[in-house]
């Protein structure tokens, strides 16, 4: 019940974020470069020099594949007929998480061009399809 009203909470909340940015994409041109121009500037800093999306890419695929490897162990080592499960699993997460990337920098491309080159556009087209598909895969499943 209360799994529920959090799943359609988080779709709502992710899908109005979205169409915001749509929003100001459209019909606030100068506050869209203002934003976009806002979260360009933000950079983490790694040892006093700022980290590339290069290394976040690699700290992300090896964190992946860590928690992989010990997830794997831990239930290999508690039922180990269950090893195979979990790397099946871990399989076809990965193939879903790649597509939906792919999918994601698909959509978020063809936002920047319907929004005339402003990133802003693309990342709201995103969300807002992700919580449509979040709502949409929630009616199906009920």
Same mark, same amino acid.
């Given at each position: 019940m209360l799994t529920n009203s959090v799943i359609n909470w988080v779709g709502f909340t992710i899908q109005v974020i979205g169409l915001l940015l749509i929003t100001i994409e459209l019909y606030l041109p100068p506050l869209a470069e203002r934003l976009k121009t806002f979260l360009e500037s933000i950079q983490f800093r790694l040892a006093g020099k700022p980290a590339t999306k290069q290394y976040w890419n690699w700290v992300a695929i090896v964190a992946y594949i860590v928690?992989?490897?010990?997830?794997? *162990?831990?239930?290999?080592?508690?039922?180990?007929?269950?090893?195979?499960?979990?790397? *099946? *699993?871990?399989?076809?997460?990965?193939v879903f998480l790649g597509v939906v990337i792919f999918v994601s920098k698909v959509f978020v491309r063809l936002g920047i061009v319907l929004g005339r080159g402003n990133v802003i556009g693309g990342v709201g087209l995103v969300l807002a399809l992700i919580g449509f598909t979040i709502e949409i895969s929630k009616m199906v499943f009920s």
């Open positions: 928690i992989w490897v010990i997830s794997v *162990a831990v239930v290999s080592i508690m039922d180990p007929p269950m090893s195979i499960v979990a790397n *099946a *699993a871990f399989t076809l997460f990965t």
